[in-house]
């Protein structure tokens, strides 16, 4: 079984500041790892994904992520938020050859000018 | 990535009536879902959608409630059926291409408030 623990229901940071999404994850087997954006209104994105390929993960809009097995870890970054960035972030597991999500409770993400 | 339309985009109903969210791929993929995201909640699996046969129910989710069809490799129903303002949510298709690094897109949802 999967599950996922995102720390801080909500964020706040200034633009230009250092952007950390928490995501802590358990599975019985290798997961797979993922960051999706939810803007207002709108469906879910799909930021970034972790394959069991090379730890650091590079997404779009200047996002990255790095898998830290030690820590069951996969915490989001963003060097310079912007307020574009504002929305809902979810970090999601899908466990060895099964396709369902588990997504954690959601991280809501506040930019301030 | 597949593009995914989802009809209707929101919707306000009477409690008790039943509603059926239509959602569309523009190619053929092997899995589809079916989620709930309740207001201010994460997201849900309801049930797979598979071709050709039944659906497959999550926990705390019953065929009664939330039927499910899906008649090609493209297009799905999930209805709400007999309901109540519990039921008031974003429901949201996703889909699986199913190859090893790929993972599920999602579309833009269907707002359900139930009155």
């Known amino acids: 079984a999967q599950s996922v623990t995102q720390l801080g229901s909500h964020v706040s940071v200034s633009e230009g500041a250092l952007v950390l999404l928490r995501c802590n994850y358990s599975?019985?087997?290798?997961?797979?790892l993922f960051w999706y954006v939810q803007y207002p209104n709108q469906g879910l994105q799909l930021l970034l994904k972790?394959?069991?390929?090379?730890?650091l993960v590079k997404g779009i809009n200047g996002f990255e992520a790095e898998f830290k097995k030690s820590e069951t870890s996969f915490h989001l970054t963003k060097p310079s938020a912007h307020m574009s960035d504002a929305a809902e972030y979810f970090c999601?597991?899908?466990?060895?050859?099964?396709?369902?999500?588990?997504f954690g409770s959601g991280t809501q993400l506040t930019v301030l000018p | 990535s597949a593009v995914i339309s989802q009809k209707p985009s929101r919707d306000i109903c009477q409690r008790g009536t039943s509603l059926t969210i239509q959602c569309q791929v523009d190619?053929?993929?092997?899995?589809m879902f079916w989620y709930r995201q309740q207001p201010g909640q994460s997201l849900t699996l309801i049930a797979t959608?598979?071709?050709?046969?039944?659906?497959?129910?999550e926990s705390g989710f019953v065929i009664d409630k939330f039927p499910i069809s899906r008649p090609n490799l493209t297009f799905s129903t999930l209805t709400v059926s007999n309901m109540s303002p519990e039921d008031s949510s974003i429901y949201l298709c996703?889909?699986?291409?199913?190859?090893?690094?790929?993972?599920?897109?999602f579309g833009p949802g269907t707002r359900l408030l139930v009155l």
């Open positions: 996703s889909v699986d291409p199913g190859t090893f690094a790929e993972t599920q897109y």
């Open positions: 599975s019985s087997v290798p997961p797979y």
């Open positions: 972790y394959t069991s390929a090379a730890t």
């Open positions: 999601a597991v899908r466990g060895g050859s099964a396709r369902q999500l588990t």
């Open positions: 190619s053929q993929v092997t899995m």
């Open positions: 959608a598979n071709q050709g046969s039944e659906a497959t129910y």
